[in-house]
């Protein structure tokens, strides 16, 4: 059995569509990477020729904006392929994409991901379902900046940061993300988030120690959020 036929990206990806001798096909070809926390996996604007297989660790995807602040569009997790859009427009990545914490990722050739794409009908479909839910996931994110303030969409995004990537032993959110990358999940300035966050913890919804967050009333929380 080949380590990508045990490996969690194919459980959770496009990849479970593909048969053991295209699994051995893409063993052969990919090749395998350490990124170190703050490190770049790519730039928006670069052609990526192929996709990236998320092992382990953490990646913000974010689109630079006119006025140099950095908006953070997705976080995504091991078991997540990155890098499929371009790969299906032929279009240079309109994102970036750049390491939260250390990552163990794999890099697939566009030429081998294609063979799959066109041989293998629901390899394709996987494909394109799993883009459909990042577009859906887009519309959502567009409609909460619309219509929901600032404190709301950051009690929400507090709690899928717990629901996602859990807490420590001691109950603060397991992904730490700096204040400047916090505000850009919200799309504010940092001062604001700074001072939202205190006023969180001032009426006890959640606890500050240092940078470390925890949600102490997950109930308040949801319903400020909604």
């Known amino acids: 059995m080949s380590k990508c036929e045990q490996c969690i990206v194919r459980q959770f990806s496009s990849l479970k569509a593909l048969g053991k001798e295209e699994l051995l096909k893409m063993a052969e070809c990919k090749t395998s990477y350490s990124i170190k926390k703050g490190e770049s ?30 908006q953070i569009v997705k976080l995504v997790k091991p078991g997540e392929l990155l890098g499929q859009h ?19 990722v794999c890099f697939i050739p566009k030429t081998e991901i294609m063979q799959f794409f066109t041989q293998n009908n629901n390899f394709s479909m996987n494909v394109m379902k799993s883009i459909c839910g990042d577009l859906k996931e887009a519309d959502h994110h567009m409609v909460a900046i619309a219509q929901k303030s600032v404190k709301e969409r950051l009690a929400g995004t507090l709690l899928y940061l717990e629901e996602t990537f859990g807490t420590d032993s001691n109950g603060f959110l397991r992904l730490q993300l700096s204040r400047e990358e916090l505000a850009g999940m919200i799309g504010t300035a940092t001062e604001s988030c700074i001072r939202l966050l205190s006023e969180l913890n001032k009426s006890e919804l959640i606890e500050l120690v240092g940078k470390k967050i925890k949600i102490k009333d997950k109930s308040k929380l949801q319903r400020l959020s909604n």
């Open 41 to 70: 996996i790519f730039e928006e604007g670069e052609i990526t020729n192929g996709i990236y297989c998320i092992k382990d660790g953490v990646c913000k995807l974010s689109k630079l904006s006119s006025n140099g602040k950095d």
């Open 86 to 104: 371009s790969m299906i427009s032929d279009e240079p990545a309109n994102l970036s994409a750049v390491a939260l914490e250390n990552m163990e």
